[in-house]
């Protein structure tokens, strides 16, 4: 899986959880951050927990993958 353009989002399959990322710049600092993150009914983000992902829509992500498969035990 690799990491696509927001451009190019499925926008059929947003009730699914996805990673979505943006690049942060703060000072000299840079960083990739990762949220795993769908929406819901109302066109919220949401945690898998539920819990509103609150102050931050689709817009604000540059990038989108699909998540790997987890891993056997």
Do not use: C
Not at 19 to 47: C, I, K, R
């Amino acid at each position: 899986m690799e990491w696509q353009p927001i451009s190019t989002l499925d926008h059929d399959r947003l009730d699914e959880f996805r990673l979505y990322g943006l690049f942060v710049y703060s000072g000299p600092l840079e960083w990739f951050e990762v949220h795993y993150v769908a929406l819901d009914d109302t066109g919220q983000l949401v945690e898998p927990s539920g819990d509103s992902f609150t102050g931050w829509n689709l817009e604000d992500f540059e990038f989108w993958t699909d998540v790997p498969e987890v891993p056997k035990r």
